[in-house]
């Protein structure tokens, strides 16, 4: 008898806006060089108008920050990351530009980020949604262009739930396409984030993870023919001599998750084998049934098919979920 779906009735559609994301500028004739020297994947070859899935490391292979990078000119590119990070990541990127050409800024307030799920996505957008996962589609006006940025869907076992940003300048009146639009929690919109398998960085998990630790490689967000960057060989050992032991799992549990929190397996109780990367809850519409919780956690491959337990071997108990993409092999 097929098991029911824990998720059966969390159709979202509708849009938010996402406070818990930041931006940052990136510009000048060396902007392109500088971030190919920076970041997990090739900026260079990056098209004008197009995104991509990015990682910053330290040179042990850790990611200080994970990126949404969006080439808006040859010499302009944002870097939209969790919010909390951004003024960390801001400075430490500065430290590195030397003699170079770019300008490195906070630029959160300059900006206006919509997130958007669901069904108004196929009924407003559907050349969008013909696009590959980090396509884009530009939106002009007045001499101003914002971008619609395809997202990764949400994936329960019985359906799969379109996600998508929107980022512009502030002074750019939204698109049409996003007027009357149903308003979304910031529940949903985690929840869906969750369930897409994607996370972030943020400064409860910075230099916590390799990339392949959440995945990055899996969901083109590392490039393994570019040239060097922090922690490139760390990373490409990881991938190349079949070292990889951790990687992201999709979880449910009774209890509420905390992002840092540290995930236990019966096989060892005495030591964690992974840690909270990121959090969700799910209310039902009947307000009688209780909540449940969800979250990516970074563990041990080992422990992935051992009982789970939050916050230590005697805590509440940890539901593995299906990945909602493939893993790449190691190489």
């Known amino acids: 008898m097929p098991s029911i779906d824990p998720l059966l009735n969390f159709k979202p559609t509708g849009m938010v806006t996402p406070d818990h994301l930041g931006v940052i500028l990136t510009e000048g004739a060396d902007a392109a060089g500088f971030l190919q020297g920076q970041l997990t994947h090739d900026v260079l070859l990056l098209p004008v108008g197009k995104a991509r899935l990015a990682g910053y490391c330290s040179a042990k292979g850790r990611l200080l920050g994970t990126f949404l990078v969006l080439k808006r000119s040859p010499e302009s590119f944002l870097l939209v990351c969790h919010q909390d990070l951004v003024a960390s990541l801001v400075k430490r990127l500065s430290m590195f530009v030397m003699r170079a050409k770019v300008k490195i800024s906070e ?13 108004v996505l196929d009924e407003q957008l559907p ?33 799969s739930i379109a996600r998508a940003l929107w980022i512009g300048p502030v002074s750019l009146a939204l698109p049409s396409q996003l007027e009357n639009l149903p308003a979304l929690s910031h529940e949903d919109w985690d929840l869906a984030e969750v369930l ?9 998990t910075a ?34 001599r079949g070292t990889l032991k951790r990687r992201a ?13 540290e995930v236990f397996s019966a096989a060892d109780p005495e030591q964690a084998c992974g840690m909270v990367a990121s959090t969700a809850v799910y209310r ?4 009688s049934q209780p909540a449940s919780y969800w979250g990516i956690v970074s563990m041990q491959t080992a422990a992935a098919d051992q009982p789970l337990h939050l916050g230590s071997a005697q805590g509440p108990v940890l539901e593995v979920q299906a990945l909602p993409y493939p893993l790449l092999e190691d190489i």
């Open 107 to 119: 630029a959160t307030p300059n900006f206006q980020i919509r997130g958007i799920i669901g069904q």
């Open 207 to 240: 230099e916590a993870f390799v990339p392949q630790m959440i995945n990055y490689e899996s969901v083109n967000g590392v490039s393994f023919k570019k040239g060097c960057y922090p922690g490139q060989e760390v990373v490409a050992r990881s991938q190349f």
């Open 284 to 287: 039902q519409t009947d307000a």
């Open 127 to 159: 050349s969008l949604l013909s696009l590959d996962s980090w396509g884009v589609l530009p939106h002009h006006l007045n001499e101003l262009t914002g971008h619609f940025v395809k997202l990764y869907p949400a994936v329960t076992s019985s359906k």
């Open 249 to 261: 799992y999709v979880v449910s549990s009774a209890a509420a998750l905390h992002v840092g929190l």
């Open 196 to 204: 897409s398998g994607i996370c972030m960085v943020q400064t409860a």
